[in-house]
C-alpha cells in the first residue's frame, strides 16, 4: 500500500446514555492511502459521525490514535493555540450533511476564509476559492448568501471550501444527505472527480450503495468496528 495519510487504530468511544454508558466504537481502525477512496456504510446510529468526527480531531477518542501524516508541517512556524486547531481542522477538508456555511457572508467569502485560516496569503486564498468555485460551476453565484442557493449549491461552495487549503484527505459524513436523488449524484460525482484529479483522499459516509460503489475500497461500520 502506498504511504497511509491518516492511520487510525483501535479507537474506542463510549457516551453517557442515562446512568449507562453506550459504547459507540469498540475498536475500529482505519488506514487510508494517499489519493485514495474508502466509503464506510452504517445503519442510522452505527457510531459514523462520531468516528469521522474523531478523525477530524473535533472529538477525542477514550482511546486510540488518530495519526494523520506531515499535517503539522505545512503550517506556517509560529502558528499555536486556537489558530493552530483551526489551521489543522481546515487542512482537514470536512463536509457535514448540513453543509455548515457561514451564513451571514457570501459563497466567495466563505471559501476565501478556510483558505486564511490555514495560513494563505490574502491574494492566493481568494485566486484558489475563485477557481474552485468556478470549478464546482458557481462562477455566477461567488457573491450570494448561503440562502441564496439551493442545497446543491450550497454542497458545491462546501466542497470548494474543503479543498481551498489543498488537504491531503476529505472527509464527507453523508453530503447528499439533505439533497434530492439527482443532485446528489452529481454532487458525489463532482467530489470524486475533485479528489481523483488532485490526489487528494475521500472518506466518504454515505447510505447510498450506488454512491459506495463508486470508492476505491468500500468499509462498513458495524457493532463498533469497520469492516
Ligand atoms: P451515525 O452517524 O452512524 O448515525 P452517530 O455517530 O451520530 O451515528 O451516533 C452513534 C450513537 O452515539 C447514537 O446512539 C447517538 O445517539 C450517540 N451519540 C453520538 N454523539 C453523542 C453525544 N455527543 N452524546 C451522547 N450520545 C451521542
Ligand atoms: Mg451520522
Given at each position: 500500500?502506498?504511504?497511509?495519510?491518516?492511520?487510525?487504530?483501535?479507537?474506542?468511544?463510549?457516551?453517557?446514555?442515562?446512568?449507562?454508558?453506550?459504547?459507540?466504537?469498540?475498536?475500529?481502525?482505519?488506514?487510508?492511502?494517499?489519493?485514495?477512496?474508502?466509503?464506510?456504510?452504517g445503519?442510522?446510529?452505527?457510531?459514523?459521525?462520531?468516528?469521522l468526527?474523531?478523525?477530524?480531531?473535533?472529538?477525542?477518542?477514550?482511546?486510540?490514535?488518530?495519526?494523520?501524516?506531515?499535517?503539522?508541517?505545512?503550517l506556517?512556524?509560529?502558528?499555536?493555540?486556537?489558530?493552530?486547531?483551526?489551521?489543522?481542522?481546515?487542512?482537514?477538508?470536512?463536509?457535514?450533511?448540513?453543509?455548515?456555511?457561514?451564513?451571514?457572508?457570501?459563497?466567495?467569502?466563505?471559501?476565501?476564509?478556510?483558505?486564511?485560516?490555514?495560513?494563505?496569503?490574502?491574494?492566493?486564498?481568494?485566486?484558489?476559492?475563485?477557481?474552485?468555485?468556478?470549478?464546482?460551476?458557481l462562477?455566477?453565484?461567488?457573491?450570494?448568501?448561503?440562502?441564496?442557493l439551493?442545497?446543491?449549491?450550497?454542497?458545491?461552495?462546501?466542497?470548494?471550501?474543503?479543498?481551498?487549503?489543498?488537504?491531503?484527505?476529505?472527509?464527507?459524513?453523508?453530503?447528499?444527505?439533505?439533497?434530492?436523488?439527482?443532485?446528489?449524484?452529481?454532487?458525489?460525482?463532482?467530489?470524486?472527480?475533485?479528489?481523483?484529479?488532485?490526489?487528494?483522499?475521500?472518506?466518504?459516509?454515505?447510505?447510498?450503495?450506488?454512491?459506495?460503489?463508486?470508492?476505491?475500497r468500500?468499509?462498513?461500520l458495524?457493532?463498533?468496528?469497520?469492516?
Amino acid at each position: 500500500m502506498a504511504a497511509p495519510i491518516l492511520e487510525a487504530r483501535d479507537l474506542h468511544k463510549a457516551f453517557a446514555s442515562g446512568d449507562r454508558q453506550l459504547a459507540v466504537l469498540r475498536g475500529a481502525s482505519l488506514r487510508v492511502a494517499t489519493g485514495e477512496s474508502v466509503s464506510i456504510r452504517g445503519e442510522s446510529g452505527a457510531g459514523k459521525s462520531t468516528l469521522l468526527n474523531l478523525l477530524a480531531g473535533l472529538d477525542a477518542p477514550d482511546s486510540g490514535t488518530v495519526h494523520w501524516q506531515g499535517l503539522a508541517a505545512r503550517l506556517r512556524p509560529g502558528v499555536s493555540g486556537g489558530a493552530r486547531t483551526r489551521a489543522l481542522a481546515s487542512l482537514r477538508g470536512i463536509i457535514f450533511q448540513s453543509f455548515y456555511l457561514i451564513p451571514e457572508i457570501d459563497a466567495l467569502a466563505n471559501v476565501r476564509l478556510a483558505g486564511a485560516i490555514c495560513g494563505l496569503p490574502r491574494k492566493e486564498a481568494a485566486a484558489r476559492a475563485r477557481e474552485l468555485l468556478a470549478r464546482v460551476g458557481l462562477s455566477e453565484r461567488t457573491r450570494h448568501l448561503p440562502a441564496q442557493l439551493s442545497g446543491g449549491e450550497r454542497q458545491r461552495v462546501a466542497i470548494a471550501r474543503a479543498l481551498v487549503a489543498a488537504p491531503p484527505l476529505i472527509l464527507a459524513d453523508e453530503p447528499t444527505g439533505n439533497l434530492d436523488e439527482h443532485t446528489g449524484d452529481a454532487v458525489v460525482e463532482l467530489l470524486l472527480n475533485l479528489c481523483r484529479e488532485r490526489q487528494t483522499g475521500l472518506v466518504l459516509v454515505t447510505h447510498n450503495p450506488a454512491h459506495a460503489a463508486k470508492c476505491a475500497r468500500q468499509l462498513t461500520l458495524h457493532d463498533g468496528l469497520l469492516a
